[in-house]
């Protein structure tokens, strides 16, 4: 199958958390770095996830916001140290291509903010994305 989803993070299942509907799952990144996704307990039975499981981190590039400096006080769960690969800019929007231990993430974010950022090749960053905003594909 192919997808649009430019941000696909292979990884290991290292612990599910059962609520009464939702699950949180931990998953170890091949790269070294941990995510976590807010999935249904029906996904996680029907991709019959466990600790040890093989699968996908699947996140939205619009989903990837970028910081630059200290990220502190936020609920973001989701936080990726990486680099600036690329930046590619249109009259609104821009993509930019982060390089993360293992991986590389996409980001489609305004060009104002990459402006008021100073984001260029080689510009330190954090990605974040929200528990909320991954799937899972198991593998």
């Given at each position: 199958?192919?997808?649009?989803?430019?941000?696909?993070?292979?990884?290991?299942?290292?612990?599910?958390?059962?609520?009464?509907?939702?699950?949180?799952?931990?998953?170890?990144?091949?790269g070294?770095?941990?995510?976590?996704?807010?999935?249904?307990?029906?996904?996680?039975?029907?991709?019959?996830?466990?600790?040890?499981?093989?699968?996908?981190?699947?996140?939205?590039?619009?989903?990837?916001s970028?910081?630059?400096?200290?990220?502190?006080?936020?609920?973001?769960?989701?936080?990726?140290?990486?680099?600036?690969?690329?930046?590619?800019?249109?009259?609104?929007?821009?993509?930019?291509?982060?390089?993360?231990?293992?991986?590389?993430?996409?980001?489609?974010?305004?060009?104002?903010?990459?402006?008021?950022?100073?984001?260029?090749?080689?510009?330190?960053?954090?990605a974040?994305?929200?528990?909320?905003?991954?799937?899972?594909?198991?593998?």
């Open positions: 199958m192919n997808l649009s989803i430019r941000n696909q993070l292979p990884g290991t299942v290292t612990a599910v958390t059962p609520g009464e509907v939702m699950a949180t799952v931990r998953v170890h990144l091949d070294g770095q941990d995510v976590t996704a807010a999935i249904t307990l029906d996904a996680v039975k029907d991709l019959g996830l466990a600790a040890g499981s093989a699968v996908r981190t699947l996140v939205k590039a619009t989903e990837v970028l910081a630059i400096g200290p990220v502190e006080g936020l609920s973001i769960r989701n936080r990726l140290a990486g680099t600036v690969r690329e930046v590619s800019t249109g009259a609104a929007m821009a993509s930019v291509r982060v390089a993360v231990d293992g991986a590389e993430l996409t980001a489609a974010i305004t060009k104002d903010a990459v402006t008021d950022l100073g984001l260029t090749e080689g510009s330190a960053v954090t974040l994305f929200k528990s909320t905003e991954v799937s899972l594909a198991a593998v």
